[in-house]
């Protein structure tokens, strides 16, 4: 049986820009941003183009490991 994918849709109006990042659970705010910011920063720190946009999917190893929200946490 397939995993379902969620989708987290951030709708940059400004920008004119949508990002998609699809994973297995609902992602705070935060947890999509650092994806985001994460993804732009390997492709060499290039924003996205006007009406562009930008789809990642998280495998269970990229997303926010248990160590990071509690260092994020305790911050």
Known sequence: MKASQIENIVVDEVNQRTDVV???TVLS???VYRAIRREILRRGGVPLARGETLTLTLTPNQ???PEEKERTEAS
């Open 22 to 24: 699809l994973a297995s």
């Open 29 to 31: 705010d935060g947890e």
């Open 63 to 65: 997303g926010v490991g």
